[in-house]
């Protein structure tokens, strides 16, 4: 078991998830914001037209590297079925009663009977105070392959909360940039990523489930 453990390890770049950042094995940092959607087919075509300048505008205004993510899993309504079947336990009308245990069933023929999927958006933010623009040719064919040679990636507190300052600099442009054109954009906590990265890296696991973009309550500080 530890002989797997430790070849699947080589092959996930995250050393630490902590006070909201994910810490990778070469020491760079990252911040994952969830973002919101925008139906853009309901849109009449000046306002796709104004959606599409604005996002462009957007992306020109970054200096930095940032990574949108798109995730599509099977919708998972066990939580869901479960509150259901407890309010029809704790329900004392009878006919209420019924009507929910149709409904319970109409759900579960529903999702049984179609693939309806969940799709979740997310942006990537990095920072490294490594500035790759110096590195020599075989850091930079290291890096492209992922070979790390250092896995040793600790921080001091005071040098974490240093970069971590720096990379929330750039959180809050983003969020700013997003929401400027509908987009609301909240960053993850640290449990979230947790549960983030297990539902990534864990495929076929379900019953963990991240909450919708305005349920999240982070604070940009």
């Known amino acids: 078991m530890s002989e797997n453990k430790a070849s699947l390890d080589q092959y996930i770049d995250v050393f630490d998830v902590q006070d909201g950042v994910v810490i990778a094995k070469d020491k760079s940092l990252r911040a994952i914001l969830m973002c919101s959607s925008i139906n853009f087919a ?32 099977k919708l998972n309504m066990t939580n869901y079925l479960n509150v259901l079947q407890e309010q029809q336990i704790k329900q004392t009308n009878e006919l209420l009663q019924v009507q929910v245990v149709e409904y319970i069933n109409f759900i579960k023929s529903l999702t049984e009977m179609n693939n309806i999927m969940s799709n979740n958006f997310y942006v990537v933010i990095p920072f490294s105070a490594i500035n790759t623009t110096q590195q020599g040719a075989f850091s930079k064919l290291q890096n492209a ?77």
């Not at 020109?60 to 590297?65: C, Q």
């Open 42 to 73: 309901l849109k009449s075509s000046q306002e796709q037209n104004a959606l599409i300048y604005a996002f462009q505008g957007f992306l020109n205004s970054l200096d930095f590297f940032c990574q949108i993510v798109i995730t599509s899993r």
């Open 145 to 221: 392959f992922n070979l790390q040679t250092k896995k040793d990636a600790t921080f001091t507190p005071d040098l974490f909360q240093q970069y971590k300052t720096q990379l929330w600099q750039r959180v809050e442009f983003v969020v700013a940039g997003l929401n400027s054109f509908g987009i609301q954009a909240v960053p993850l906590e640290t449990q979230e990523l947790i549960e983030l990265l297990h539902n990534f890296y864990n495929p076929v696991d379900v019953g963990i489930e991240l909450a919708e973009p305005g349920e999240l309550q982070t604070a940009i500080s």
